[in-house]
């Protein structure tokens, strides 16, 4: 508590306090009907927002200089000036033979028409359709992401996008890199899905303007707001694994320019799951505390706002019985502990210029520590991250609103100090010790002639001062050839620094000895891909058809091969060839004004040099299959959402060497995975109970050699489906606005 109430008094007396240009308002037709989901988008950039159940929306960081895209399956799009201070009173018309009685079930989930790349937005409704605990599991009912689990000891989840290790994500909260480095892996888990608003997937390299990480997409995680967000927001969880959660948002009005919010998290799994008896926990014991707070200003010209988040989190797994207290080192069960602590202050800083609309600029900060503790069987872990980041942008029109460009500097400073199978207090490995500082500056110039063209280019250079510069040139375009059909095309380079340690729990639960056989060296990569988006209706109801191809291809990378042996786990360069080949069409329809589906085909090709033999990444399907279907009474009186969930055949690392008994099939079977959820609406919010995994499927002996978990055949990696089984939950949401 003392160190809670440190940071933030640290917080508010030396940070100046912050909030952003809102805009705010109501999308009806012209019978005065709300429109609920329609698409709010700043035309030429990637944000936006959908209206919710009363047609109002409500959206942060506009500028004067900003045009406001309203649009809604079966009406004409309006394009507009923001409006600052009072409510936008937005009418949209029916289209010309669209059926004017047909009214659908709100959008909870659509792609940015605007955008200039593909980017899928997710609204909070969407996420509402799911447990949605934190962010690791808020893409159930989305098809652009995958999940999955990365090992049968720690439970951690890993994202997948277009067949690629979520690593390769520039994942971001209200557009400053959040998940990466040392917490790209557990960093996903840390962030409530209760303090989510909404979440804006986007494929492909991003912009610049955030930097050089995004190799294969962007995704960015808007909070709930101070100045919109409800007065009060509380939520209790708990599910039959023994997963309980509390969760408060606090809205605290001040002033006409200042607001503040605090959003609060307690997490614990308290119960020992072991379903399939071989004597391992089927996932670790967690307890977790966060807490974030922040204070927004909004003036006439300045607007800032600043915040701090600070949580504690604990795991403890493995063999039954092993607890929070137990020592890894001393103990004579295998055991799986992380402790883990951070403490951030963030913030951002703009000034607007009425008397040049067009002119404006901006500054992104942050500043963190965290610390890791723990390890597995007798691999102890110790490591510590400080980041600063800051970004400078300035934004301005040549001539006229169709030539706008964005120029810039930014500053990334990383200080890692890592140690494994450390005895010795204070003790550390030199090969994982490393302070990174990386100045860059950016430019991106926007050609928007009409709202049928959208052209980006942009490039920018990083000097890093251990790997030297990196330059990332990338070039986006959007152009709707014809009515309510748009293709969207992108090309970019991309760069990152691997973290081997934290991003593959196979080092911590696996009897493998670890080889280094490369000296630490960037990740670099070209991605370049095609996308085809339109939406038309089909007897008189909305049906929408996306189709993407993306190519992503490795110039350098870090390997982790476990094709070489089943003892072995060889860290290395690339040496040969690594691309990933992405295909996925997906199409949605309303059946009715309640019932609505969609579904997708997903197709990865995901191939690697291990063993000097190029092949299909481990544990990567070739083939999936999506399907989601969502009903509503009247009034959202009740809603049911199932979502199904097809996962092919995945290739399995090379087992040919070890003991006959141990020896794996070279692929795994395919499998399905059912998810459901049903709720109650009410005028303070909803009840829900819902489940995962519905279908009971478990991985057969997830774990090899489980009853010799010291031996030397023990590995624990090796995990291609779920390991725990079926799992029921219910929880409440209450929203109180008096």
């Known amino acids: 508590m003392k160190f809670l109430l440190f940071c933030l008094l640290y917080t508010l007396f030396l940070f100046p306090n912050f909030a952003q240009e809102r805009v705010f308002g109501e999308i009806k037709n012209t019978a005065n009907e709300p429109l609920v989901g329609a698409t709010v988008q ?3 950039k990637t944000s936006g927002t959908v209206s919710q159940l009363d047609g109002i929306f409500d959206i942060s960081s506009i500028l004067v200089s900003d045009r406001l895209v309203f649009s809604y399956i079966g009406y004409i799009s309006d394009t507009l000036s923001p409006v600052f201070g009072d409510k936008m009173e937005v009418i949209l018309s029916e289209k010309e033979g669209d059926l004017n009685t047909f009214t659908i079930r709100g959008r909870t989930e659509s792609v940015v028409e605007d955008a200039p790349f593909l980017s899928v937005l997710i609204t909070e409704a969407e996420l509402q359709k799911a447990a949605c605990c934190n962010l690791s599991e808020s893409f159930e009912t989305n098809a652009s992401v995958d999940v999955s689990i990365t090992d049968a000891v720690t439970g951690t989840k890993m994202l997948q996008m277009m067949g690629l290790d979520g690593r390769y994500v520039l994942i971001s909260r209200e557009g400053i890199p959040a998940i990466r480095g040392l917490n790209s892996r557990l960093g996903l888990t840390f962030v409530p899905g209760t303090w989510i608003q909404s979440i804006d997937v986007g494929k492909g390299a991003g912009s610049v303007i955030n930097g050089y990480e995004s190799m294969s997409g962007q995704i960015n995680v808007e909070l709930f707001k101070p100045e919109s967000m409800d007065k009060w927001y509380l939520n209790a969880y708990l599910n039959s694994f023994g997963r309980l959660e509390l969760n408060a948002n606090r809205q605290i009005p001040i002033s006409e320019k200042w607001s503040s919010s605090v959003l609060f998290h307690a997490s614990q ?34 607007m800032a706002q600043v915040g701090v988040n600070v949580f504690s989190s604990q795991s403890a797994g493995g063999q039954l019985g092993f607890g929070f207290a137990d020592n890894l080192s001393t103990s004579s069960l295998f055991g799986y502990r992380m402790d883990t602590r951070k403490a951030e202050v963030f913030g ?16 992104q900060y942050t500043a963190s520590y965290q610390d890791f503790t723990g390890g597995a069987g007798r691999k102890l872990y110790s490591g510590k991250e400080r980041t600063l980041y800051a970004n400078f942008i300035y934004q301005n029109v040549l001539g006229n609103s169709f030539h706008q460009y964005k120029t810039g500097t930014s500053f990334l400073l990383d200080n890692f100090e890592e140690s494994l199978n450390s005895n010795m207090p204070g003790s550390l490995d030199t090969a994982f010790v490393r302070t990174e500082k990386v100045p860059g500056v950016f430019a991106e110039y926007n050609y928007i002639p009409n709202e049928n063209l959208t052209v980006v280019a942009g490039a920018r250079a990083d000097f890093h001062n251990l790997f030297g510069t990196y330059f990332t040139p990338r070039i986006h375009a959007r152009w709707v050839f014809v009515p309510n059909l748009t293709l969207r095309g992108s090309v970019g380079k991309g760069y990152r620094t691997p973290n081997a340690l934290m991003e593959n729990s196979m080092i911590w639960v696996s009897a493998r000895k670890i080889i280094y056989q490369s000296e630490l060296a960037p990740e670099v990569s070209w991605n370049s891909g095609l996308s085809l988006a339109g939406n038309w209706l089909v007897k008189d109801k909305p049906f929408s058809l996306v189709a993407d191809y993306f190519y992503t291809r490795f110039l350098s990378q870090l390997v982790y091969d476990q094709d070489i042996s089943s003892d072995l786990l060889v860290i290395k360069n690339l040496d040969g060839e690594s691309y990933a080949k992405s295909f996925q069409i997906e199409a949605s329809y309303a059946f009715s004004e309640r019932l609505n589906a969609k579904a997708a085909y997903k197709n990865y090709q995901n191939r690697m040099t291990t063993n000097g033999i190029l092949q299909q990444v481990p544990f990567q399907s070739r083939d999936r299959f999506f399907f989601n279907l969502g009903y509503a009474t009247k009034y959202e009186k009740w809603k049911v959402d199932m979502t199904v969930n097809w996962v092919g055949q995945q290739r399995l690392p090379d087992t040919s060497l070890s003991p006959e008994e141990f020896q794996l099939n070279g692929y795994s079977p395919s499998f399905f995975l059912v998810n459901g959820q049903i709720s109650r609406g009410f005028r303070w919010g909803n009840v829900y109970i819902g489940g995962e995994n519905l279908l009971d499927f478990r991985q057969k002996d997830p774990i090899v050699d489980p009853q010799n978990p010291f031996g030397s055949n023990f590995d624990a990696s090796m995990t291609w489906g779920p390991v725990a089984g079926r799992m029921i939950y219910a929880g409440f949401r209450m929203k109180i606005n008096k």
């Not at 799994?269 to 204070?295: A, I, S």
């Not at 951002?348 to 500054?363: D, E, N, R, V």
């Open 42 to 44: 700043v035309l030429g």
């Open 269 to 302: 799994q308290f119960l020992e799951m072991d379903v399939n008896k071989d004597g391992f926990m089927d996932m670790p014991k967690t307890r977790q505390v966060n807490f974030l707070n922040r204070w927004k200003y909004e003036g006439d010209r300045l």
């Open 348 to 363: 951002k800083l703009g000034m607007i210029y009425p008397a040049k609309p067009t002119q404006s600029w901006g500054l």
